[in-house]
């Protein structure tokens, strides 16, 4: 006759399902990188081929997905920054866009102000390095200026008279059924 052998506790397959579902999900954690503005994000973007200016000096913190290319930035508040050549920028708390080498696309929380209006900045690409030339994808039309412009982070300000509309094109939200000139 076969003999019984007692059955496993219970009590033992809980822990190892726990981590077992851990290390399942430890790689993609992973992949997410979590850094204080100390480490920099204007390093990032220089080492992205795009100039260290894009964002201002008030980035607190950033995050990295390294699988789908996902950059956030996050400020403290919302702010507004001029650039050299007098250009008007509105960062809302979180600047968000997927960075790929010489390009940030399917931007949100970022906009600029054209002719007494505020438009969503959708893209940002620098096709050919050595040009000089940077692109700026505002929707209805594309913005050609000199990558000098950016090279170094702007101060950003906060407002006392906050526009609306800056505020609303920053936070046009990008969906890929609206493609813009860098799709």
């Not at 992205?48 to 390294?66: A, C, K």
């Not at 996902?70 to 650039?83: K, Q």
């Not at 390095?129 to 594309?142: C, E, K, Q, R």
């Not at 950003?156 to 920053?170: D, Q, Y």
Request: charge should be neutral; include cysteine; proline fraction near 8%.
């Amino acid at each position: 006759m076969a003999e019984l052998r007692p059955r496993p506790s219970c009590r033992l397959a809980l822990p190892v399902c726990l981590c077992l579902f851990l290390l399942a999900a430890a790689p993609p954690l992973a992949l997410a990188r979590v850094a204080p503005a100390a480490d920099s994000i204007h390093k990032l973007l220089r080492s992205h081929g795009l100039p260290g200016g894009l964002l201002p000096r008030s980035v607190e913190s950033y995050t990295l997905d390294e699988g789908n290319g996902l950059l956030e930035a996050r400020l403290s508040a919302p702010c507004y920054a001029t650039y050299d050549n007098g250009d008007l920028a509105f960062f809302d708390t979180v600047v968000r866009g997927n960075l790929s080498f010489g390009a940030l696309r399917g931007c949100e929380g970022l906009a600029q102000e054209e002719l007494f209006m505020w438009l969503p900045v959708k893209g940002i690409l620098v096709s050919d390095p050595g040009s000089g030339v940077i692109l700026f994808d505002i929707g209805y039309a594309h913005k050609r200026l000199s990558r000098s412009l950016f090279e170094e982070p702007p101060d950003c300000k906060p407002s006392a008279s906050t526009s609306m509309g800056a505020v609303e094109a920053a936070r046009w939200r990008y969906s890929p059924g609206k493609r813009g000139i860098l799709e």
